[in-house]
């Protein structure tokens, strides 16, 4: 069976400094991968998603960024943190029937 | 253009009531998938069900049921004899030939005891 991990669950960083979300998905090949952002009580705002490795389509001109550096691993970065990132990053990989499923989720905390 | 529209912001009944959630959508595609997901308070979003645009039969698991309907572009959720277990944060999706999912805004239910 598949499964999708995140890490680290929570993480509490000052402004300015970097960040790296890590998310990786077993079970399955070549998977499209997605980053998600939820602002505190809001809905889903999608931020990058991938299709192959080194193939990053982003959704928003921000200072974040994403890699896929291998098949099934999709990380999430950036060299500065705002206080406007704060909030909870979800990946989701999607099959072939196009559902998507969903990681535990990294709750950020920009000080 | 792709819209998901959840009207409803907060819904609150008392267990054992039936509610139905409602989720309309727009698209200019005539093949698509519809989806519902689920959103407890420990914040992972389960997949519930998916619906594709040329299958309209309507589908019951337990005490859920889903309502899709092409002539008004809505695909509703119906909740029978509500929980506890089921306050949760509910978000409509829809993807056509693109490779996103586009979520509505989601309704938080609260089912009280």
């Known amino acids: 069976s598949q499964t999708i991990h995140q890490w680290p669950a929570t993480l509490v960083q000052p402004v300015g400094s970097p960040l790296s979300l890590e998310c990786t998905v077993e079970?399955?090949?070549?998977?499209?991968l997605y980053w998600y952002r939820q602002a505190a009580g809001r809905g889903l705002q999608l931020l990058f998603y991938?299709?192959?490795?080194?193939?990053i389509s982003s959704e928003v001109p921000q200072n974040l960024s994403a890699s896929r550096p291998q098949d099934r691993q999709f990380i999430l970065s950036s060299k500065k943190l705002l206080l406007s990132d704060s909030g909870f990053y979800l990946c989701?990989?999607?099959?072939?029937?196009?559902?998507?499923?969903f990681g535990p989720g990294t709750r950020l905390t920009v000080t | 253009a792709q819209k998901v529209t959840q009207a409803q912001t907060e819904i609150s009944v008392v267990e054992k009531e039936d509610v139905t959630l409602d989720c309309v959508y727009e698209?200019?595609?005539?093949?698509?998938?519809l989806f519902w997901y689920k959103q407890p308070p420990s914040g992972e979003l389960v997949f519930l069900i998916r619906?594709?645009?040329?299958?309209?039969q309507n589908e019951i698991s337990g005490r859920y049921s889903w309502n899709f309907q092409k002539s008004t572009s809505s695909f509703n959720f119906t909740i029978t004899a509500s929980q506890v277990v089921d306050s949760a944060v509910y978000f409509c999706?829809?993807?056509?030939?693109?490779?996103?999912?586009?979520f509505g805004a989601g309704t938080r239910l609260f089912v009280k005891a």
């Open positions: 989701a990989w999607t099959r072939s029937s196009y559902e998507q499923y």
């Open positions: 079970g399955t090949s070549n998977p499209n």
């Open positions: 991938s299709v192959g490795i080194g193939q």
């Open positions: 698209t200019r595609d005539t093949t698509y998938y």
């Open positions: 619906r594709n645009s040329f299958d309209e």
């Open positions: 999706a829809l993807r056509d030939g693109g490779f996103k999912t586009i």
